[in-house]
């Protein structure tokens, strides 16, 4: 039975929503926001036995984003895992008229985020046994995810990556050049404006209104994205330099990546088969400091969302991510 706190969600029947209400912070109150499909027996049946059998999936997306990508739901559920969704605080579902989208000080703050999306995914199966955990994470909540992973290592089982930004794109001495400058701007005012730096390529490889396949609420998902403040960014420069140090993670780890990035100032047309937001060569080589058992996939064709490229490119992801799911370790 449904528990009565789940309603339908805006991606319709047969997805679901929770809210989870947190600790309010200096804007207010704040919650985040779960979301699962509600499952047939029928589902159970054909989905039971593939190789993320016992596996539970959380998904945390990325910067100026929300969760809409059901076939990567369906997908996963194909191949046996248990998949929930979660929109931080102050993004997407989860975001108020009263708050500063995505804004956080320190990365560490999802941490109550993620323990109640956790607490709810087990109230779901009351007194049954703790089973596999492999969050999955795309851009800057494959960040979030691999700091947290390194945390409540206890907890983790896998961890599956998709485009994370662990690294700036200008490389590690440009990030480290930038830092001084950032975090004065944070201590003096973390909310101050800074320059657009997004010229709306990204939007244009996966929207259909562009090159791309897939329609969203642009509320919660803007063509710019959301504006920068150096507090948030700071945040994500203390986040790569840990990466940077090495987080020592000993589970496998699979980080998804295009072949190519496109990191120009005027479109074109192969920005539609490209990585127009990261440095991917220079997050592929990063991603090597997150622990002892990374599997790097670099997937020609692919974009920033690998999960959101062409049919082809989807399905060689999917199937990396089936062929990873046999290395996890057995419980």
């Given at each position: 039975?449904?528990?009565?706190h789940w309603?339908?969600d805006?991606?319709?029947a047969p997805y679901?929503?929770?809210?989870?209400?947190?600790a309010p912070d200096?804007e207010g109150?704040?919650?985040?926001t779960?979301?699962?499909?509600r499952h047939?027996?029928?589902?159970?049946?054909?989905?039971?036995?593939g190789?993320?059998?016992?596996?539970?999936?959380?998904?945390?997306?990325?910067w100026s984003?929300?969760?809409?990508?059901?076939?990567?739901?369906e997908?996963?559920?194909?191949?046996?895992?248990?998949f929930h969704?979660?929109?931080?605080?102050?993004y997407?579902?989860?975001l108020r008229?009263?708050q500063?989208?995505?804004?956080?000080?320190?990365l560490?703050?999802?941490d109550?985020?993620i323990?109640a999306?956790l607490?709810?995914?087990?109230?779901?199966?009351?007194g049954?046994?703790?089973r596999?955990l492999v969050?999955?994470?795309h851009?800057?909540?494959?960040?979030?995810?691999?700091?947290w992973a390194?945390?409540h290592r206890?907890?983790?089982d896998?961890?599956?990556?998709n485009?994370?930004?662990?690294e700036?794109q200008?490389?590690?001495?440009?990030?480290?050049l930038?830092?001084?400058?950032?975090?004065?701007?944070?201590?003096?005012?973390?909310?101050?404006p800074?320059?657009a730096v997004?010229?709306?390529f990204?939007t244009r490889?996966?929207?259909t209104a562009?090159?791309?396949?897939w329609?969203?609420?642009?509320?919660?998902?803007?063509d710019?994205g959301?504006?920068?403040h150096?507090?948030?960014?700071?945040?994500?420069?203390?986040?790569?330099?840990?990466?940077?140090?090495?987080?020592?993670?000993?589970?496998?780890?699979l980080?998804?990546?295009?072949?190519k990035?496109?990191?120009?100032?005027r479109?074109?047309p192969?920005m539609?088969?490209?990585?127009v937001?990261?440095n991917?060569?220079t997050v592929?080589?990063?991603?090597?400091?997150?622990?002892?058992?990374?599997t790097v996939r670099?997937l020609?064709?692919a974009?920033h969302?690998?999960?959101?490229?062409?049919?082809?490119?989807r399905?060689h992801?999917?199937d990396?991510?089936?062929?990873?799911?046999t290395?996890l370790?057995a419980r």
């Open positions: 039975m449904v528990d009565e309603h339908e805006v991606l319709g679901e929503r929770l809210e989870l209400p947190l200096a109150p704040v919650v985040a779960l979301v699962r499909r047939t027996p029928t589902d159970m049946l054909m989905h039971g036995r190789p993320l059998h016992g596996v539970d999936v959380l998904y945390v997306h990325g984003d929300y969760f809409f990508q059901v076939e990567l739901a997908r996963l559920e194909r191949l046996g895992a248990r969704a979660l929109d931080l605080r102050k997407g579902r989860s008229p009263h500063t989208p995505g804004d956080v000080s320190d560490a703050v999802y109550e985020d323990a999306a607490d709810a995914i087990s109230a779901e199966h009351p049954s046994t703790r596999r969050p999955m994470g851009s800057t909540g494959g960040l979030t995810l691999s700091l390194a945390r206890d907890l983790v896998g961890l599956v990556l485009s994370p930004w662990l700036f200008a490389t590690a001495v440009g990030r480290a930038m830092t001084p400058v950032v975090r004065l701007g944070a201590r003096r005012n973390p909310l101050a800074m320059p997004d010229p709306g990204y490889t996966v929207s562009g090159e791309g396949s329609t969203y609420d642009q509320q919660w998902r803007p710019r959301f504006p920068l150096p507090g948030w960014l700071a945040a994500v420069f203390d986040g790569q330099a840990q990466v940077e140090h090495g987080l020592g993670l000993e589970v496998p780890v980080v998804l990546l295009s072949d990035s496109m990191l120009q100032p479109w074109d192969g539609a088969h490209a990585d937001a990261l991917v060569d592929a080589h990063r991603a090597l400091s997150l622990g002892t058992e990374v670099r020609a064709g974009v969302d690998v999960v959101l490229s062409a049919p082809d490119v399905e992801a999917y990396a991510i089936a062929r990873w799911s290395t370790p």
